[in-house]
């Protein structure tokens, strides 16, 4: 009902999916991995992206074909170095043939854990799981539904709900015995938690930032007490104020922007050193402009907090330092 354009014109495409974790083996490469039965039209609703090979087609899944679809991480494990397109698995002691690898979903945790593999739906549930049936039909686990419009979004979400009640039989009064997750609404919560998130770390590096420039203004003017000497032979000998004053800005500047740099070298190794592990969830991406901005940060810190020990410096009577000890 709920892939019938005349019932539902607002839902533009359906798939319905059954999923349980099985394990999964090519010789003696064996792995725990969420098997997932789902329909042909799965890959672009979920915008799944084949990297190699193909998803499975309308023609396999009607013919029930034991043909998988392999994530990357799961390709990984099950054939390191070997290229999988065309070889065969046993999913649960059947034989299955390799006919894609999806690319590796940036930025996706999910996968490292549940190393997903896709088989058509009747494959998976004939075959592989299960499945009760209802009024002799398989009972699928969860239907991913796509509007038409984005607009239609809530409007969708209603009409499922009265399909779906009526389909189980439910009465006015009777609660849901199914759950309808708003994809909308699941990345406006998201959204609200990374900029949650966003502030937050705002927060600790702004007072990172204050710690280590106070650390920076303790450091130069410790300098300025020990170089008093200096200062009043320079003044003495006809140095002007703006000459100290410049002395000392470019050393705090210096001192801050090798410590940024020693920053953007570290976390270009991390970064390259975690990318460097197949199992790690996501990837860790630096933007350019993000490391100019940390040694602007750097330099910026470093003249506000160098001007108060550069301007006791010019402050300093020659005369009174060069008796100074």
Not at 144 to 164: F, G, K, M, N, P
Not at 225 to 250: C, M, N
Not at 255 to 263: D, F, K, P
Request: aromatic share 8%; proline share 4%; glycine share 6%.
């Amino acid at each position: 009902a709920l892939a019938d354009p005349r019932i539902h014109p607002e839902i533009h495409a359906v798939a319905p999916t059954n999923s349980t974790f099985m394990r999964v083996a090519n010789g003696n490469q064996a792995i725990e991995s969420q098997v997932t039965g789902a329909t042909a039209t799965y890959a672009d609703i979920k915008n799944l992206k084949v990297e190699r090979g193909r998803f499975f087609n309308a023609a396999e899944e009607s013919s029930q074909q034991r043909v998988v679809v392999l994530s990357s991480l799961a390709a990984h494990d099950l054939f390191k170095n070997a290229d999988p397109l065309g070889q065969s698995i046993r999913i649960n002691n059947e034989p299955f043939t390799v006919v894609g690898i999806l690319k590796k979903s940036s930025g996706d945790d999910s996968e490292a854990y549940f190393r997903p593999i896709y088989t058509p739906l009747e494959v998976a549930q004939n075959r592989l799981i299960n499945t009760p049936r209802y009024r002799g039909d398989f009972v699928v686990s969860e239907i991913t539904i796509q509007v038409t419009d984005r607009d239609l979004i809530s409007y969708a979400e209603s009409q499922v709900e009265q399909t779906l009640r009526l389909r189980h039989d439910l009465n006015v009064n009777d609660k849901n015995d199914f759950h309808i997750l708003n994809q909308a609404r699941l990345l406006e919560i998201a959204g609200n938690i990374a900029n949650m998130m966003t502030a937050l770390l705002g927060s600790i590096g702004t007072v990172s930032l204050l710690v280590g420039g106070i650390g920076i203004m303790n450091i130069m003017l410790v300098s300025v007490t020990e170089r008093t000497s200096e200062i009043g032979l320079r003044k003495a000998l006809g140095a002007q104020d703006s000459d100290i004053l410049l002395q000392f800005l470019i050393e705090a500047l210096v001192l801050c922007a090798l410590g940024s740099l020693i920053g953007i070298i570290l976390s270009y190794s991390v970064s390259a050193l975690l990318n460097g592990i197949p199992d790690f969830p996501f990837d860790i991406i630096l933007e350019y402009w993000s490391l100019l901005l940390a040694l602007a940060v750097g330099l910026f810190s470093g003249f506000v907090f160098g001007l108060y020990p550069a301007i006791r410096a010019t402050r300093l009577d020659p005369i009174d330092a060069l008796r100074y000890e």
